[in-house]
C-alpha cells in the first residue's frame, strides 16, 4: 500500500496479535497515522508476534483486515518481528560476549518479594545461556526524555528497573530488545503508542545508546480504560473492530485525541475522515493525561 511519502518522517503502528483490534487500538493507530500524513511521513505496519502462545489463531489477518476496513494505507510491507529473530540473536550475543548482559536463573518465586525491580541475583554467576534468562546490565543512572504529550519523564534504571530481561528463559525475546531493534532496522523517526509504555522508554533509551542507535521522538497517548481502570482489552466493552462501525467509532476517535471533528462529518466515509484528520492534525490538543475513561467518550 502506498501514500505520499517524506523521508523526514517514519512512523510505524505495531499492535501485538493477541487478539483483534478494539477501540484502544484504533485510538493508537489513528493518532500514529495522522501523526505521519500530517507531514507528508511514511506510516508502517510491523505485527509484533514475539509471544506464540498468546498469539489468536486468526488475529493477524484481522488485524490487517480491521485497519484496511477503516481506511488506513501502509507504506511497504508489513514486518513480522518472527521473521527478526536472527538480528536479536546476533545483537544479544554480542552483548552477553561483551559482559553487557548476563544469565539469570532465578525463578518467579525467588523474585516476588524484590516487586519488579531485579536485585542482581545472578549479576556474577557466570551461568551458561542455556535453560536461562538473559538480563542486560543496568547503569546508576537516571535516564530521561520529553514526551510529547506527557512532557518530562524520568527514571533511574537502577533503583527503579534493575537488570531487565532481553530474552526469556523459554527462548523467546523479549520487547525491549526487539522493539529498539527494529525501529532502528527501519528508520523511525517518531514513536506514538500508549502510555502504559512510558516507563519502558528509559530502557529503550540506554539500549539505543549502548547499540549506538538513533533516538526517535516519543509521543504516548492517555490509554481508554474501563470503568474499573484498566486498559481496554478483550473482556469489558472492547469488541473488535466492525466495517460498519468505521466512521462513528473514527469520529469518537478523533475526539479521544481531542481533535474536532465538526457535524458535517457524521456520514463520511472512513477515508474522508483520514483525510480530514491529516489536514486538521494538532498534537497539542492530545488530552495530557495517562488515561481517559472510555465512558466520557460515548
Known sequence: MTAKTSPA??????????GHLHFGSLVAALASYLDARS?????????EDLDPPREEPGAQVAILKALESYGFEWDGDM???????????QVLNSLFNHGLAYACTCSRKQLEPYHGIYPGLCRNAGHDQQDAAIRLRVPELEY????RVQGEYRQHLGRDVGDFVIRRRD??????LAVV?????QGITDIVRGADLLD???????LQELLGLRQPRYLHLPLITQPDGNKLGKSYRSPPLEAHQATPLLLRALR?????????LEHATPQELLKWGSAHWDATRIPRTLTLPEAQLL
Do not use: K
Open 256 to 264: 479521544a485525541l481531542g481533535q474536532n471533528p465538526g457535524a458535517e
Open 144 to 147: 530521561h526524555f520529553i514526551d
Open 200 to 206: 519502558s522508554t528509559p530502557r529503550q533509551l540506554y
Open 171 to 176: 527462548g523467546l525475546y523479549a520487547y525491549q
Open 181 to 185: 531493534l527494529d525501529d532502528a532496522w
Open 39 to 47: 507531514v507528508g511521513g511514511r506510516w508502517l505496519v510491523r505485527m
Open 79 to 89: 514486518v513480522r518481528q518472527s521473521d527478526r529473530h536472527d538480528a536479536y540473536a
Open 9 to 18: 518522517y517514519i512512523g510505524r503502528f505495531a499492535p501485538t496479535p493477541s
